[in-house]
């Protein structure tokens, strides 16, 4: 995809001149990301009360919803998502989810990576902010697509995208999760 504005987010696609994380910061298994547990006693209190409830992502422009998950379990565990190939002909994505957290966080924020065959495609950065102890709250992104010329086919796609997705409070890390994503056939 290309960048992307939200209400609350935005993502921009990863350029040379782009200001990257220290390459140890990101660590590789077999050239693709890994998930990484907190390293502090206060990233782990936040990731212990931290639950993502749902995730959904729809067409930004028709609101039509592509798909939705519910069942999002242990950040730390590696995931698989399967969502319809033809999400791929959105010109603009919105992603929703609903996070609950124990915790406070002074500034949510999360950066993720996105990974073809084992290559760095894209980074995305996305800002929450303040998060209230004991809350349940929403955030929606939206994620523009790559120009129609500039797409990949669905096929080429599946099973070879990788999400590495690094939650933070401020410059704390919590923890950085890591998702396969596959095109369906609809």
Same mark, same amino acid.
């Given at each position: 995809?290309?960048?992307?504005?939200?209400? +609350?987010? %935005?993502?921009?696609?990863?350029?040379?001149?782009?200001?990257?994380?220290?390459?140890?910061?990101?660590?590789?298994?077999?050239?693709?990301?890994?998930?990484?547990?907190?390293?502090? %006693?206060?990233?782990?209190?936040?990731?212990?009360?931290?639950?993502?409830?749902?995730?959904?992502?729809?067409?930004?422009?028709?609101?039509?919803?592509?798909?939705?998950?519910?069942?999002?379990?242990?950040? =730390?565990?590696?995931?698989?998502? %399967?969502?319809?190939?033809?999400?791929?002909?959105?010109?603009? *994505?919105?992603?929703?989810?609903?996070?609950?957290?124990?915790?406070?966080?002074?500034?949510?924020?999360?950066?993720?990576?996105?990974?073809?065959?084992?290559?760095? =495609?894209?980074?995305?950065?996305? %800002?929450?902010?303040?998060?209230?102890?004991?809350?349940?709250?929403?955030?929606?992104?939206?994620?523009?697509?790559?120009?129609?010329?500039? =797409? +990949?086919?669905?096929?080429?796609?599946?099973?070879? *995208?990788?999400?590495?997705?690094?939650?933070?409070?401020?410059?704390?890390? *919590?923890?950085?999760?890591? +998702?396969? *994503?596959?095109?369906?056939?609809?």
């Amino acid at each position: 995809g290309g960048g992307a504005v939200g209400p +609350l987010s %935005h993502a921009r696609p990863r350029s040379p001149s782009a200001s990257m994380p220290e390459e140890d910061e990101w660590v590789l298994d077999d050239g693709v990301p890994t998930t990484i547990a907190p390293q502090s %006693h206060r990233a782990h209190a936040i990731l212990a009360g931290f639950k993502i409830n749902w995730m959904s992502m729809c067409d930004a422009e028709t609101g039509s919803k592509y798909w939705q998950e519910e069942e999002w379990g242990d950040l =730390m565990a590696e995931r698989e998502i %399967h969502i319809p190939a033809s999400i791929l002909r959105c010109r603009a *994505v919105a992603r929703e989810f609903q996070f609950s957290s124990v915790e406070s966080m002074d500034d949510l924020r999360i950066e993720q990576r996105i990974f073809f065959q084992e290559n760095c =495609m894209e980074e995305w950065r996305f %800002h929450f902010g303040f998060v209230i102890p004991n809350s349940t709250n929403t955030w929606q992104q939206t994620i523009e697509a790559a120009a129609e010329d500039k =797409m +990949l086919p669905a096929a080429l796609l599946n099973g070879n *995208v990788v999400v590495q997705t690094a939650f933070y409070d401020g410059d704390l890390l *919590v923890c950085k999760s890591k +998702l396969r *994503v596959w095109y369906d056939k609809a």
